[in-house]
Every structure is written in C-alpha cells, then in structure tokens.
C-alpha cells in the first residue's frame, strides 16, 4: 500500500506500507547484496537512517542459495534485519555478464561466475527465488539492453520484457501460498533505452498487466547524464500517479534530488557504500578523499554539519591514518558516514516536500554541487 | 594503584587504578596495533566487555607517528577510546625485525618496514613515544632475545635489560611534566630465556630499581608449553605481591586460566581477534572452523551458552555464508564473539575467585579443553 501524503510540483512524500513495516518516501535504498551491506552491522544501519535494503536475487542464488535462505527462514532472518527488503530480480547482473548468457524467448542460460555451472534463470524462477528469500518488494524479470543499441533492438527486448512481466506476475501470484513473506508487493519495471516513445509503450504494456509499483530500469548504464534525465522527463510524469515510483540503480546526491523533483519515491545505489570503501566520502560541499595527505593532521571530522557516528567521535587525521594503514575500521566508519549523508539528504527532501520548500531546497542544493561533477 | 581485593592459593582477584579509570583483575587486553582493534569499533569493545587495550609503540611511532598523535591530544582521544591504555616498549617488534636490526649499549638502530628509514629506540625515545601516545601504563624497553639462545648469551642480554629498564626510569620520570597523560605507571619486564635463575636475578634488579608493576616478556617465542610453564612456576611466586603482574603477549584460554592460578593479573594476545579474522572460532567446547562445510545449513548460534551480540543475532550458517564471500561482516562479528568469549572467562575467573571456586573451576576448564591443543 502507498499513501502520498503530500505533494510539491512532481515531488511527493509518501508512505509505504510493506510486511516488515512502513517506509517514509522518497527513500533511499543501500544495497546488502550478499546478505550485507558490506562492512556494516544491521543496528548501525537502523543508527544511520537506513528504513529499507535491496538484496540481490543474483548473487544470493549463487551463494548461498536462495533453498539454503528459505531453510533458514527467508532473508529477514538470515541477515538479521527486521525491515523491509526490496530484491531485484537478477536480470541487470546477468545482462551484465555479457558473452557468457545467451538470451531466448524462455529464459537467460548463462555461466555461473562463482564455480562456472549452467544456470537458467526465468520469470518463473527469479519469482521462486525472490519468494523464497521473502523479499517485500519483488521486481520482474526483465532484459536490461545495453547502450547504446539500436532502436529495432531497444523495441525488441523491450517487448520481450513486457511478456516477461506478464509470466512474472502470473508465476508470483501463483507462488504466494508458499512464499516466506506472504504480503510482498510486485513491481514492473520500464525499459525502452532511451526512446522516449519506447518506454512509454513499456509503461503502458506494464499497466495493463497491473502491478504495485513502477520501477525505471536501464539507466545509468552509460548514457550521459542529459540523456538520462531526458528520459525521466518524459516518463515520470505518464506514470500512474498512487502507485510508488523506483529509479533503479541510481546514483549521485544530485541525480537523487533531480529524481525526486520529477516523483522519483525510491532508490538504490551502491555508491555510498562502495566510495565509503574507497576511501571517498560524501560531504556537505562535496567528495573529500580522505587518502590525501591534507588530512594527516586535521583534528576536523569529515563534515562538520554532520550528526553520524563517525563524524561525532573520530578526526579526518584518524580516518586517514586507517585509510594509510588498510584497517577495515577505516571502511566501517566511512561506510556509516556515506550512508547517513544519503540518508539525511532524503529526510532533508522529505520534510522540505511537507514545508513546501523543496524546490528552492533542491535549487540550492544542485547550485551548491554544480561544480562537482561526482556529485551530478 | 593496585589493591588486591580476594585471593585463593596464588590467584589473585584485583582492582588497577590508571589515570582513564579502574580496571578489574585478572583481565585480558585486546591488541589494538595501529591505534584501533581490527575490525570493531570501541563502543563494541565495550559492549563485549574490553576493560583496557593495549597499544603498539613500534607501530604507532612509525605510522601516523607519536608527534601527530600528540598534537592531536593523544592516543585515547586519536581512537575514541576513554578506557585505560597499556603501550609496550616496541622492543619486541623490533627484535623481531632479525638481520634489520642492530643493538648496541645505547639502542637499537632497525631500517623501517613502512619506508626503509633507519630508526633509532633507545630507552629514553621509548619513554618519550609512550608519554606521546598518553600510555596509562608505559612499559620500559627491553632486550627481547631470541629462543633458542646460550646462557651467557640469555645473561647478557637480561644484564642489558635491567640496564635499560634504569634508564627507562629515569627517563620516564624527567618525561612525566611533558606527558600527555601524566599519572602513568611504569612496568619492568623480566628477561632471562629459559634459565631461572637468571630469570630471578633480572626480577631482583627490576625490584632493586622499582616499578609500579612487573610483567614477564620472552615468553610464547617459540619454546614448549612445558618450557613456558616451568618459567612462571619458579618465577611468579618471587614477583612482588602487591603489584600488578602483567605476561606478555600471552595467550590461549588454557594459557589464562593457568597464568591467572599462579598469580598473574594481565595479560594480552592477538589470538581472539587474529584467529576471528581467519575463521577460528573460541567456543566452551573448542575451537570451531567456520569455514567448514558443516555450518552451511547449521541455524545454531557459533555457542549456545554465550550471550555475545554474534551468537544472539547470527547463526552459523550466515556466518559461514560470510565467509565464503569474503564479507567484513564476518570477521567484524567473529572478532566481537572471539573478544567476549576472552573477557567472559577472565569474568568467570574473577568471580571464581572471589568465592573461592577458582580451583575447581580452574580444573574442570583445563579438563575440557585438554583434548584441544589450540586451546592448550
């Protein structure tokens, strides 16, 4: 169930409600792919912000098996996080595989990267898969093509990803009896390059079959940034207004205002999390790289308006010398710093929605960034 | 301050003072090498009921170097750590550096394993890096001779030490204005290899020149558990009653629980949280391998009998799922369990202690691991 609660221009604010409790939208969503978010504790998740992880239907398929999750009680369980858990449906990282899946009206046959066995995944499994690690929010099976292809090839998979759908739906109502989370919800997701005409014709397809939510899929996949935005302009707003919308894979502090501005309620990403592991740190004014020697001696935390954990106990010279020093600490501190910085930004938007200030919010925000491009 | 508060045969049950607060002995420190305990942050520690931490004075000169933890308010305040911090002289790093190193009258001249850079220790720039830090406990820089080693050898070296350790002294207190932490204590380290009468002359000299306590180094270097053994039970009933009585880099929980029944008050190792990053589990029964295969399906918690956050949240199984993956989650929660199965077996000792069941416990603990000799 989705409420909007309140609304300026495109953006709202809304409310979720899932199996494992309501979620405040717009959302950001961190990825905990193999059943983690990497280098954090499911309570210093809660301490963040987080309200909501994505899982990834792929690799826990692969390791440990999603019989292996259901066995042990579903996903929630295994991974000791109560909240909700939104799975993708494993399309986009064996698309991603390249030459080693080959693709048929059926299914995608491709090579296991983890022992090299023939794995097949299909609507109908990726439903079996997503039901038995009990996600919230299951996503369809669908073809991610890559960019840039052709038009004929754009519409092509873009077909096949509405049948898709279609199988989808039929093979996830039919498995909610044994599912391990019984009120899990089903998203579409929209394809069509970026051809505007395309992926209205996606959306309408996917409407038609009817599901509880929207995703945008096949972005940031190469595209510029103006492509990307283009295509959001134009999508956005013919998406069914009471049902949520999810911008799948994306991305900088930037794209997820812009996002929001358009009726963007939910994100994921695993930028926070992995530039965190990389030592680059997301800031009020911008990336810092805490690898730099300028840090070596600053008793000044990260970001000096922020609230987290990190910020509150430990200087930039600390972080820095657990950079120097390879010292997983290091990735745990700024891992939960980055987190908070996204988490905090989509509480900022959505108070600013309820005040009806997000749009002179979101302009200073995205004039304050314009000339870190890391961050648009 | 060191007051005995019960005994029972030669274990002693204690309260330390230092400067960041009291500590309850016996207790066991967690190594916290370049100025954080890998993979937990100190709230955890706590959590799992780490009372004081030990730091490396080798490894915190040359990386980020005492200075720059000095002007930046030093040790406790660089990692966020309020609790009592014991430093040790990085004469044993350095004797470990073998064919890098040369030692004269004066000190120790090495070639850095950071940059090359040669670098001096003597006793007196020992003080001063541990008075940099703001070390609670500054223990004095000592000869560490390899083993095995002639007598006339093992006596040259332990002359040495004492000579060293009247220089740490007077160092240490002409160094005591300019500390940043300046109710330190100073501990002696007794030398002498595998002989025990040199072993009780290099305790004489160390009492003659006066400490606030007495640790027992050279020990764990490669000789046999019966060598080990056969030092502390002719050495540790001559050591001064009433202060604190500290072995170093020692050891394994058999190890503890013997060391606390022949009267030791402290101790630290590596082996809890080395072994939690590798997959090496300490549980009441033994040590479990994580790794293995048998764990892929086990809901059980790593021990039922502990109360740890690892063992109330995760089972096996996710543990193991984590390992495979190569997961930071897994060696953050292991090194977690690993650190509070320590601590609560020095809690279980003190309280043993102090009703007078240290004895039958003591014997019912060694009896069961005796079959483990990593626990042994």
């Not at 909007?4 to 961190?30: C, D, N, W, Y």
């Not at 210093?44 to 987080?50: D, I, K, M, S």
């Not at 759908?165 to 998203?187: I, M």
Request: with cysteine; proline share 5%; net charge negative.
């Amino acid at each position: 169930m989705f409420a909007i609660i309140s609304e300026e221009g495109m953006a709202r604010r809304g409310e979720l409600t899932l199996p494992h409790g309501k979620v405040q939208t717009p959302v950001f969503q961190p990825c905990g792919t193999y059943g983690t978010v990497k280098a954090i504790t499911p309570d210093r998740l809660v301490a963040c912000g987080t309200q909501m992880l994505l899982g990834n239907t792929f690799h826990l398929s692969l390791r440990p098996g999603d019989e292996v999750i259901r066995q042990l009680g579903g996903l929630h369980k295994f991974m000791n996080w109560d909240g909700p858990i939104l799975t993708d449906s494993g399309g986009f990282q064996i698309f991603s595989l390249g030459d080693l899946r080959k693709i048929s009206e059926t299914s995608v046959v491709f090579k296991s990267p983890i022992n090299g066995d023939q794995v097949t995944l299909s609507p109908e499994s990726s439903m079996r898969i997503q039901q038995n690690l009990g996600s919230d929010v299951v996503m369809v099976l669908d073809e991610c093509t890559s960019h840039p292809v052709t038009k004929p090839e754009a519409a092509r998979s873009m077909e096949l990803s509405i049948r898709w759908a279609a199988r989808s739906k039929a093979a996830f109502a039919s498995g909610l009896a044994n599912s391990v989370n019984p009120g899990a919800s089903l998203f579409g997701i929209v394809q069509g390059g970026m051809h505007d005409d395309l992926r209205l014709q996606s959306l309408e397809g996917l409407v038609e079959i009817g599901f509880d939510g929207y995703a945008i899929g096949g972005l940031s996949v190469g595209e510029t940034k103006e492509e990307m935005l283009s295509v959001m302009h134009n999508l956005l707003p013919a998406m069914p207004k009471f049902a949520p919308r999810y911008l799948m894979g994306v991305g900088t502090p930037g794209d997820l205002v812009r996002g929001v501005s358009m009726g963007v309620d939910m994100f994921d990403c695993v930028m926070p999390t992995r530039n965190a592991r990389n030592g680059y740190v997301f800031c009020r004014d911008g990336i810092l790289k805490i690898r730099n020697a300028k840090h070596r001696l600053s008793d000044l935390p990260l970001d000096e308006s922020c609230s987290c954990y990190t910020c509150q106990n430990y200087s930039r010279a600390y972080l820095h010398h657990l950079d120097r020093c390879k010292e997983m600490l290091g990735a745990m501190l700024l891992t939960e710093h980055n987190l908070h910085f996204y988490h905090r930004l989509m509480s900022e938007l959505r108070e600013a929605i309820e005040h009806g200030t997000f749009g002179a919010l979101a302009t200073e925000l995205l004039k304050s960034w314009e000339e870190d491009y890391e961050f648009n």
